[in-house]
């Protein structure tokens, strides 16, 4: 894939989490001399540290949406709003356009097909990479599929008749119903009632769904980018870390201003012929610098990993050890954000 064009090309990625060694990765791959800064000191302390290891295409879907945020009334209870953020009137303007994108009349359906074809581009660049780079390229996947439960019949038609089912049987991996008996043979460790006495309106067991062939399944977000970083180093990738860029530097105006380098923390400048912002939650208050303004507003994740002492009947992809998922606070103040990593052990 190396190109004559690419090879005298620089880049610089600012941002050490999966996007930016990905980004990384890729262009070194295509023969682009790649200089990646990251403000912390190691790659992948932020988002790409711990997150849920998910990898669910199936479930993608715009979180802009009336009818999801009405079925997720407990994952709203649990999203968190200071008073500095009631505030800002850069959380009212993302307030806005989220509003915007679940009323405007068929903004929902477009949000949803984007999503879809996104993940399904992403599941097929993951199956690709693990052809192609097999255990290089680990990410400690375990779980295979996801198990939706039902507890009405209505409610198992309707997803029968969603975009969601409909788009999955059309790219070659229908979901297929199940019978309670069937997820009770598939999942021996969980009997009939703890799976009835799941759903809190006591409702009965009334089945379920899963994709056949399968495309979710788990993953470790920092075994995947710990490789990632040993491939760019292996491509001759620079990888600074400590060097935060504080300032994206720029020369002429109008339509004729451009990039002219990035000035780190510790008083460098970096140039190259492309620039990547790959900085997280960093990317909007570096962008605004130079009029660029995402459409996006901070929520911070609290995630909890605990040691399974007692037998829960929990399957662990950590093996001893559980991650619980707590509250979700929107974030002003980012320059003073740090993360925290909490393993409990009593
Ligand atoms: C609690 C939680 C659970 C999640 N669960 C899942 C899940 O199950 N499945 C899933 O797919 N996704 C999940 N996500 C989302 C996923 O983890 C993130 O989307 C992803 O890690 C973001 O990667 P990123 O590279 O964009 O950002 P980050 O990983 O945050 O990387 C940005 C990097 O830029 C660096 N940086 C910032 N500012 C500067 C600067 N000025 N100069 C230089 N470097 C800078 C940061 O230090 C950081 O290393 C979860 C996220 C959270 C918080």
Redesign the pocket.
């Known amino acids: 894939m190396m190109s004559e064009n690419n090879k005298n090309k620089s880049v610089v990625v600012?941002?050490?989490?999966?996007?930016?060694?990905g980004t990384a990765f890729h262009l070194s791959e295509r023969g682009y001399r790649v200089t990646l800064?990251?403000?912390?000191k190691d790659?992948?302390?932020?988002?790409?540290?711990?997150?849920?290891?998910?990898?669910?295409p199936s479930m993608t879907a715009s979180w802009a949406s009336l009818s999801l945020l009405s079925k997720n009334k407990g994952e709203l209870r649990r999203i968190q709003l200071s008073r500095d953020v009631v505030t800002d009137h850069k959380f009212w303007r993302w307030g806005l356009w989220f509003t915007y994108n679940c009323l405007w009349p068929g903004k929902v359906q477009q949000n949803d097909a984007a999503q879809q074809q996104l993940g399904l581009y992403s599941m097929k660049c993951l199956q690709n990479l693990e052809e192609v780079y097999g255990e290089t390229l680990s990410h400690n996947k375990t779980a295979s599929n996801t198990l939706r439960l039902y507890y009405t019949e209505e409610d198992l038609k309707k997803f029968f008749k969603s975009s969601q089912a409909k788009f999955w049987e059309k790219n070659g991996h229908p979901f297929v119903k199940l019978s309670p008996e069937e997820i009770k043979d598939m999942l021996p460790s969980l009997d009939q009632q703890n799976l009835e006495t799941y759903h809190p309106s006591g409702r009965n067991l009334v089945g379920g769904v899963i994709n056949k062939p399968a495309i979710d399944s788990s993953g470790d977000?920092h075994e995947f980018c710990q490789n990632l970083k040993k491939l760019c180093l292996k491509n001759d990738v620079t990888i600074k870390t400590d060097?935060?860029?504080?300032e994206i530097l720029t020369e002429g105006y109008g339509k004729n201003r451009v990039i002219s380098g990035v000035l780190?923390q510790n008083g460098k400048i970096e140039t190259g012929d492309i620039y990547v912002l790959?900085?997280?939650?960093?990317v909007n208050p570096?962008g605004r610098t130079i009029g660029v303004n995402l459409p996006i507003y901070p929520l911070?994740?609290?995630?909890v990993t605990v040691p399974l002492k007692v037998n829960y009947n929990v399957i662990s992809a950590m093996g001893s050890y559980v991650r619980v998922?707590g509250i979700?606070q929107f974030i002003r103040n980012l320059w003073s954000l740090t993360s925290t990593v909490l393993i409990m052990d009593h």
């Open positions: 600012v941002g050490g989490g999966i996007m930016g060694l800064l990251e403000k912390q790659v992948a302390k932020v988002a790409s540290y711990i997150n849920g290891a998910m990898i669910c977000i060097t935060g860029v504080k780190c790959a900085a997280g939650i960093m570096l911070k994740g609290n995630v998922w979700c």
